[in-house]
């Protein structure tokens, strides 16, 4: 019942302690020989991350973060718009929080290390992956010789450079690299007024021609990310004092210490399978992406969690293998999502011909004073949940269509397919937060009218999960739940083990409740 991540970043320590919180052992793999907390590198947590990391102990990623809210974009010493990042319900988690990758794993491994199920192995480089009907076999290289790990499944989430272990598999990973380069500086500085927003910048006078991102981070860090030529030499600038000179510009004539700094180029691409048999890709090792808008280590979060619970089901009897076969389908989408996004964004950001420069000009010169040309401005749409409203998973409700993508910031209302807004419930006379409810198993929320004891019942007959049955009015007799919802009466929610929203039936009959439990389990 082992299940073999391959990969003991971020991505796979929380596929490891999900796991775990379904009671799955597991045994995380990673060739390197301890974990090197070098940079800063992904720093940039979306809300609906930070509760997943929450649900496994990890809440303190949130605490520790800087928290910000509000994202600016400017056009030379123009500011064109700034907006709120809205919350659909009423979490007391923060929309975004940036912190170190560094850290973030620091914290994971700590939970990790609490954890008796998991089993983390360094310096077992995977080599090879083989499987059949019954299970796979993970080859390893270790210091005292090769090593074979037997396990039903594998999760590889062994970052963007494992063409090996996909070439192996026999996935493709097609796409596009970009030329220009970028350069990133965490600098440590007091910075006045700065500490609470991203601020984007194009064509300022401190970086002609290109962009500039400015990121907060505890401890009075900044991260600058400056868009950079191909043939950028960060030693010769470094050597030349021109890199000081560079973040004076910014900053201003005031001390600061340089943390880490890189060299980069983005890459789009995006594997064409992302379930193998018995294996499952995560994180980057299944898409890489500009991270104009911090989709590449929070779609890995949304990688791991959905891996996880359909390995647990499927493991512990309550689905079949199908469901695992959903995984390719939702995550995929999702992939494909984040690569649409942030490839209009580097569209944008580095136009490829006279043409698109011309337009992007023509947008940012209008954008300070016209709105339609401020909506067409693309700094980086930030990260959001991805929404499956189109999976075989999920019952569709025609009274409640999904209206295409919301504008940047928002989030489309609650129906099918939907994450489960967040706000405080009581739960037994006890404060809770509504999605702490919704990752044990399956939560049916009822509105007035509905027969919770029948629903109840034909939920438990359809699966072997755990099934939890509550009426919204009693949950918030404040009424806020079902207006946060728009429920209707007589109407029965069903949330998925992910806090997905998996349907809204009409009413309690226990066909239809059994039906969509059984939709959501693959059958």
Same mark, same amino acid.
């Given at each position: ?14 596929? @490891? ?11 995380? $793999? ?45 056009? /030379? ?40 199920? &998991? ?9 090879? &992956?083989?499987?059949?009907? *019954?299970?796979?076999?993970? /080859? ?11 396990? %039903? ?11 090996? $272990? ?20 965490? &600098? ?6 700065? @500490? ?7 064509? %300022? ?67 064409? /399978? ?23 280590? *929070?779609?890995?979060?949304? #990688? ?10 499927? !493991? *512990? ?18 992939? =494909?999502? *984040? !690569? ?8 944008? =950001? ?27 401005? #693309? ?34 209302? @609650? ?6 807004? #967040?706000?405080?419930?009581? #739960?037994?006379?006890?404060? /809770? ?9 399956? !939560? ?7 027969? &919770? ?11 072997? @999960? ?18 946060? $919802? ?38």
């Amino acid at each position: 019942m082992l299940v073999a991540i391959v990969g003991n970043g971020p991505v796979g320590q929380t596929t @490891a302690l999900l796991l775990a919180r379904w009671g799955v052992p597991s045994v995380l $793999l990673d060739g390197r020989p301890e974990r090197d907390p070098i940079g800063s590198k992904a720093i940039c947590q979306q809300r609906d991350v930070l509760d997943v990391w929450a649900s496994v102990g990890a809440g303190r990623i949130a605490a520790e973060g800087l928290t910000w809210t509000t994202a600016r974009t400017f056009y /030379r010493d123009t500011e064109l718009f700034s907006y709120q990042l809205l919350d659909p319900g009423r979490s007391p988690l923060p929309p975004f929080v940036n912190i170190s990758q560094a850290r973030t794993e620091e914290i994971l491994d700590e939970c990790i290390a609490a954890e008796p199920l &998991i089993d983390v192995r360094w310096s077992h480089t995977v080599t090879g &992956i083989e499987q059949d009907t *019954n299970g796979v076999e993970l /080859r390893c290289d270790t210091p005292g010789g090769p090593v074979a790990i037997p396990a %039903p499944y594998a999760v590889v989430c062994a970052g963007a450079r494992c063409d090996a $272990l996909r070439e192996g598999l026999g996935v493709g990973f097609d796409g596009a690299s970009f030329d220009d380069r970028f350069l990133i500086c965490d &600098i440590r500085a007091d910075l006045p007024g700065w @500490a609470n927003e991203r601020r984007f910048y194009f064509d %300022p006078e401190w970086n002609p021609g290109r962009q500039i991102l400015i990121h907060p981070c505890p401890d009075s860090t900044f991260r600058i990310d400056w868009q950079v030529p191909g043939d950028y030499d960060l030693a010769a600038e470094e050597a030349s004092g021109a890199l000081d000179r560079r973040i004076r510009a910014v900053i201003g004539d005031r001390p600061y210490e340089i943390g880490w700094n890189s060299v980069y180029r983005f890459h789009s691409r995006v594997a064409d /399978r992302m379930r193998v048999g018995r294996v499952l890709l995560a994180g980057d090792c299944a898409h890489v992406m500009a991270p104009f808008g911090a989709r590449g280590l *929070n779609s890995g979060v949304g #990688d791991a969690e959905n891996a996880a619970w359909k390995l647990a089901f499927v !493991l *512990n009897g309550w689905a079949r293998e199908t469901l695992l076969e959903t995984y390719h389908t939702e995550r995929h989408a999702a992939a =494909l999502e *984040n !690569l649409d996004v942030t490839t209009a964004t580097m569209n944008f =950001l580095v136009p490829h011909d006279d043409e698109q420069r011309r337009i992007r000009l023509d947008t940012l010169e209008r954008a300070a004073h016209d709105p339609r040309a401020r909506a067409a401005v #693309d700094s980086g749409r930030l990260a959001e949940p991805f929404w499956y409203v189109d999976s075989p998973l999920t019952t569709p409700d025609p009274s409640r269509p999904f209206a295409e993508r919301p504008e940047r910031g928002a989030v489309p209302p @609650a129906a099918p397919g939907v994450l489960l807004p #967040d706000l405080p419930v009581v #739960d037994d006379g006890r404060p /809770r937060r509504l999605r702490e409810l919704a990752r044990d198993g399956f !939560l049916l929320l009822a509105s007035h009218g509905v027969d &919770i004891t029948t629903a109840r019942s034909a939920a438990a007959s359809a699966t072997g @999960a755990a099934v939890r049955a509550e009426v919204m009015s009693t949950l918030d007799p404040t009424g806020t739940l079902t207006a946060t $919802l728009a429920a209707r009466l007589g109407e029965l929610w069903l949330v998925r083990p992910d806090a997905h929203i998996a349907a809204v039936l009409p009413d309690s009959a226990a066909a239809g409740v059994a039906a969509a439990i059984k939709q959501v389990c693959g059958h």
